[in-house]
Structures are given as C-alpha cells and as structure tokens.
C-alpha cells in the first residue's frame, strides 16, 4: 500500500501540533497532548502527521526544490515573481516571503517530530512498530536539519517540545552542534528502520514510501561527506554498493523513469517524496499549508513552476552552461547524452522538435526545463490539466548520486583508484558515455575533483544539490571555479560573500531575542 495514502489521515487531529503558541482556551473538539498521545493508532497518526510536513508549499511542494535550483549554476531565475529572481540571484532580502515559507514548514516538521519523540516511547504498543516510527521520526527530523542547515548555515537546535515561555525562544546553536544533531538523528533512524516494509508486520506491512535503513545509511553518509568526513561517509555508502544486506539499490534502465509518476519508489530511490494526482486519492482544495485539512490535495507544483511558456509558470530557465555542458561528450555512438533531452527541453533538428507532443511553439533558440515537468512522458498534453496539479515524487536520494558521493569520498582518502572509476562510470553507462578509464586514465586526485564536479552537475541537475556541492566545495571563494561560475551563469555576478545561504526571516529575528543573524542577512 503506498503511503502517498495516508498523508491527510487524520490531519485535523494534528492542528495542535503545528501550533507555536499555547493557548489560554482549549477547543473541547480538538485533541490535547494531555488527552492524545494515548494509543498505537494514536502514534501512527504523529509520524503521517510528520510526512504531511513534507507536501506543502515551503518543503517540497515547490519552494525548496525552487529556492535551492535556483541559486545553481544550472538554473536560472525568469519569474515574474520577484522573490524566486531575487534567490536566483543572491539578493533575496531577509523579508521574502518564499523564504519564510520554508523556514516555517521545516520548522513545523520538527515539531511535529518531536513529539512523537517526546510521547511515543511511553505508549504501550508492539515494540516492533514502535521502533519503526521513532526511526521514522529521527529521520524526517535529521532531513529537516540537515535542509536548514544547508540553507541557512545556522539554526537552532531544538529536539524536544516547548515546556516553558522560554522554550519558544531557543537560541541559535553552533555550526558543530547543529551537525552533531544530524548525524545523532541519522544514525537513531539507521538503527531503527527496517530494510523494506515487506518483511514486517503491523499496520505498516508493505507500505512504501516510509523512510527505511537504506535512507537513513544514505542520508548520514551524504551528511558526513558534506562535513568532509570522508572515511565515516566511505564506509556508509560502502554498506548501499557493497552490502551486507543494504546493497539492493542499483540504476533504472531508463534515466527519465526517475522523474515521472510512473515507476516511482523504484530500485534506484532511496527516499522520494509521495505527491498524487487528485484521480488517484482525491482532495479539492491545494496542499499549500496553513490549518491541516482532510480534503487537502498531495499535488507538486514544481511542473508547472517548471513548465515552459504556454504550458506553465517558467519560473526558471537552465542556464546555458548546463546545455553546453551536456554537449561537450557525445555517447559512444556519437549521439547526444541522452540526459540532456530528459533535463532539458530544446529544440534540435532532427532529434527534438516537439514538446507536449505538439511541434515546438516557442523560439527555437529557447531552453526550457523538462525534468519534474509532464513534457515527453506519452500520454501528456500540457501540465498534468495545465494547473498545478503533479502527481510526480520528488526524489530526494538516488543510488546514481550515492556511488557519485561514494566515488568523491574514496578519491579524497586515496585518489582515483579503480573502484573510484567503476563508481563513476556505472553512471555513465546508463547515458552510454564512453570508458572513462580509456578516456581519462590516470587523472591525478585533483583532476578526478573536478571530474566528478562535471559528473554531478550532468546526472543531478535540476535536483536541488547543485548549490550544496558549489558551497561545500569552496567554489564561491576559489576566483578560479567564481569565474568558471560566471560563465555559465551571470546570477552569480551579483554574488557577494555569505549570500550563498538564504538570510534567517527578519520575522523571526523579530520575535525572538535568541536568534542570531546569519551570513546572508
């Protein structure tokens, strides 16, 4: 059964638990923490409550894939919508509402996990299913922080439910702490979780979509390698492409099948995000947040975001650094990389000169984004109704991006060994590149960087990493890779030290004497 159909179960009954201020009067018809938190299915309703969290505006409904794509230099801003042009472009003020919308719902996520944290482990249940959801909840919470952290440099920490006036006004913790409680959360949901869902029994029997060991070992080792704790993230991702028991992801066949609404939660996913077409789970009024409500959709906006002109919002464009890129290599047929067409949609004579299945409209020198977005899946006309309306995962770890990382960390501890060039080229053969030991033998560690730069800038475009591997790689204070930056990508001549990050809210600057600015504010 797939989890997507769970997300709205129950969502009345956790208003209480995206709320930031007690109140004096309590609604006899809304539940408490006094008068909840008392049984099995009680607990099960905490942890969908969390991954409800992750389907609304400011998670992965739309702004954090776009406030991250954004500021790559593989997407570009072209919004009529200030905000979105104004990340894109390292200028966004601290007062923006997207980037409050993003703030707020990885905050409210937190929440909500900890209080199943807080209240589940007293509940008298099967041990087992217990285990289960408090892996669950480490998880999403280890997501969350290791989102903000990304995003903003530094928050607080807060890992348990506000007990006092104090309490709603934590203090900003350190970089270090703030990355100690992700690697505690991650390896809390690694001992928990279960392989898969097929093998257990309980409520939760067969599901997917939940979050399993297989995420959790992922997520820590891609928190680790961020931190350039290269052995510890080697030996995690050792564990998804060497075993014992978790080496049961491996690619699809198909680079598109990643980003459709068929062939979701497949064997090269490691955790997605369950969105659903109305036709399929029903809902009338759009998932954008606010007070939970049971006939709330599970739609993504990020196709028609996405979409070109005429079909949807295009809101943002590739850069042209990211095409010519795709470009530069030809397969060993001397064809196009067959990811450049499932990322980007261009028109080019002969091979592509139609989009939604229609002779191409627009100018034909244009660029649009096509991953995320209906255009060239069979059976699609325009933007899944022409409205905000996708039913498309959104995929937060792939297996391609694990032996990519896996191959970053073996090539920092001992340079480009053998096994550094099998990982790489794995994900090569599915775009039927040539040999890159035949290619390039030889490279030397500092090489093989820049080589993988350019693997991952091809393989995962459009995903939401891009501005992570630019910052943890030092690139925007190397006046080298700055201008190599620049040249794919002018957004980054408006680039000035710290802006990399989005600013903390000025609201919550505001309201709480805790908090500290950080270096984009």
């Given at each position: 059964?797939?989890?997507?159909?769970?997300?709205?179960?129950?969502?009345?009954?956790?208003?209480?638990?995206?709320c930031?201020?007690?109140?004096?009067?309590?609604?006899?018809?809304?539940?408490?923490?006094?008068?909840?938190?008392?049984?099995?299915?009680?607990?099960?309703?905490?942890?969908?409550?969390?991954?409800?969290?992750?389907?609304?505006?400011?998670?992965?409904?739309?702004?954090?894939?776009?406030?991250?794509?954004?500021r790559g230099?593989?997407?570009?801003?072209?919004?009529?919508?200030?905000?979105?042009?104004?990340?894109?472009?390292?200028?966004?003020?601290?007062?923006?509402?997207?980037?409050?919308?993003?703030?707020?719902?990885?905050?409210?996520?937190i929440?909500?996990?900890?209080?199943?944290?807080?209240?589940?482990?007293?509940?008298?249940?099967?041990?087992?299913?217990?285990?289960?959801?408090?892996?669950?909840?480490?998880?999403?919470?280890?997501?969350?922080?290791?989102?903000?952290?990304?995003?903003?440099?530094?928050?607080?920490?807060?890992?348990?439910?506000?007990?006092?006036?104090?309490?709603?006004?934590?203090?900003?913790?350190?970089?270090e702490?703030?990355?100690?409680?992700i690697?505690?959360?991650?390896?809390?949901?690694?001992?928990?979780?279960?392989?898969?869902?097929?093998q257990?029994?309980?409520?939760?029997?067969?599901?997917?979509?939940?979050?399993?060991?297989?995420?959790?070992?992922?997520?820590?080792?891609?928190?680790l390698?961020?931190?350039?704790?290269?052995?510890a993230?080697?030996d995690?991702f050792?564990?998804?492409?060497?075993?014992p028991?978790?080496?049961?992801?491996?690619?699809?066949d198909?680079?598109?099948?990643?980003?459709?609404?068929?062939?979701?939660?497949?064997?090269?996913?490691?955790?997605?995000?369950?969105?659903?077409?109305?036709?399929?789970?029903?809902?009338?009024?759009?998932n954008?947040?606010?007070?939970?409500?049971?006939?709330?959709?599970?739609?993504?906006?990020?196709?028609?975001?996405?979409?070109?002109?005429?079909f949807?919002?295009?809101?943002?464009l590739?850069?042209r650094?990211?095409?010519?890129?795709?470009?530069?290599e030809?397969?060993?047929?001397?064809?196009?990389?067959?990811?450049?067409?499932?990322?980007?949609?261009?028109?080019?004579?002969?091979?592509?000169?139609?989009?939604?299945?229609?002779?191409?409209?627009?100018?034909?020198?244009?660029?649009?984004?096509?991953?995320?977005?209906?255009d060239g899946?069979?059976?699609?006309?325009?933007?899944?109704?022409?409205?905000e309306?996708?039913?498309?995962?959104?995929?937060?770890?792939?297996?391609?991006?694990?032996?990519?990382?896996?191959?970053?960390?073996?090539?920092?501890?001992?340079g480009?060994?053998?096994?550094v060039?099998?990982?790489?080229?794995?994900v090569?053969?599915?775009?039927?590149?040539?040999?890159?030991?035949?290619?390039?033998?030889?490279?030397?560690?500092?090489?093989?960087?820049?080589?993988?730069?350019?693997?991952?800038?091809?393989?995962?475009?459009?995903?939401?990493?891009?501005?992570?591997?630019?910052?943890?790689?030092g690139?925007?204070?190397?006046?080298?890779?700055?201008?190599?930056?620049?040249?794919?990508?002018?957004?980054?001549?408006?680039?000035?030290?710290?802006?990399?990050?989005?600013?903390?809210?000025?609201t919550?600057?505001?309201?709480?004497?805790?908090?500290?600015?950080?270096?984009?504010?």
């Amino acid at each position: 059964m797939d989890t997507r159909k769970y997300y709205m179960l129950l969502m009345g009954l956790f208003c209480v638990l995206g709320c930031e201020r007690k109140l004096d009067l309590e609604n006899p018809n809304t539940p408490t923490n006094e008068n909840y938190w008392q049984t099995e299915a009680d607990a099960a309703a905490g942890v969908i409550s969390i991954y409800n969290s992750l389907i609304i505006d400011g998670t992965f409904m739309r702004m954090t894939p776009a406030l991250t794509d954004g500021r790559g230099d593989d997407f570009r801003g072209d919004s009529p919508w200030p905000d979105l042009v104004q990340v894109a472009n390292f200028t966004v003020p601290s007062t923006s509402g997207p980037v409050q919308w993003l703030w707020s719902a990885w905050h409210q996520l937190i929440w909500r996990a900890n209080q199943v944290l807080d209240h589940v482990p007293a509940i008298e249940m099967d041990e087992a299913h217990k285990s289960r959801l408090l892996g669950q909840a480490y998880f999403l919470r280890g997501l969350a922080y290791f989102t903000l952290a990304n995003n903003f440099k530094i928050v607080p920490v807060i890992i348990t439910s506000p007990e006092s006036e104090e309490d709603y006004y934590p203090g900003t913790a350190t970089e270090e702490a703030l990355w100690e409680q992700i690697f505690a959360d991650f390896r809390q949901a690694k001992e928990l979780l279960p392989v898969n869902y097929s093998q257990v029994s309980g409520p939760d029997a067969g599901q997917v979509g939940r979050a399993t060991k297989g995420a959790a070992v992922g997520m820590l080792g891609r928190a680790l390698l961020y931190r350039q704790q290269w052995q510890a993230a080697a030996d995690e991702f050792s564990l998804l492409v060497n075993g014992p028991e978790l080496n049961v992801y491996s690619l699809v066949d198909n680079y598109r099948d990643n980003f459709k609404p068929t062939n979701e939660n497949n064997v090269e996913s490691l955790f997605e995000v369950q969105f659903a077409d109305p036709e399929q789970v029903g809902g009338a009024e759009m998932n954008y947040g606010g007070e939970p409500n049971a006939n709330w959709k599970q739609v993504s906006s990020i196709g028609h975001t996405y979409a070109m002109e005429g079909f949807g919002y295009s809101d943002f464009l590739p850069s042209r650094g990211l095409y010519n890129k795709f470009k530069e290599e030809t397969t060993i047929d001397d064809a196009l990389d067959p990811r450049l067409l499932e990322t980007i949609a261009s028109y080019e004579e002969g091979i592509s000169e139609t989009a939604y299945g229609q002779p191409w409209r627009n100018p034909r020198d244009n660029i649009y984004p096509r991953k995320y977005t209906h255009d060239g899946i069979p059976g699609y006309t325009n933007e899944n109704n022409g409205i905000e309306n996708s039913g498309i995962n959104y995929r937060i770890l792939r297996y391609a991006d694990v032996l990519l990382m896996y191959a970053e960390a073996l090539n920092e501890l001992a340079g480009p060994t053998p096994e550094v060039y099998r990982c790489i080229q794995e994900v090569r053969d599915r775009a039927d590149l040539p040999d890159l030991a035949t290619t390039r033998p030889n490279l030397t560690q500092a090489e093989m960087r820049d080589q993988l730069a350019d693997e991952r800038y091809l393989e995962l475009a459009v995903e939401g990493v891009r501005i992570h591997d630019i910052v943890r790689w030092g690139w925007l204070y190397n006046p080298e890779k700055l201008a190599l930056l620049r040249e794919r990508d002018n957004e980054f001549d408006s680039w000035t030290p710290g802006k990399e990050y989005l600013p903390i809210p000025q609201t919550e600057l505001d309201v709480n004497r805790n908090l500290l600015p950080n270096p984009a504010n």
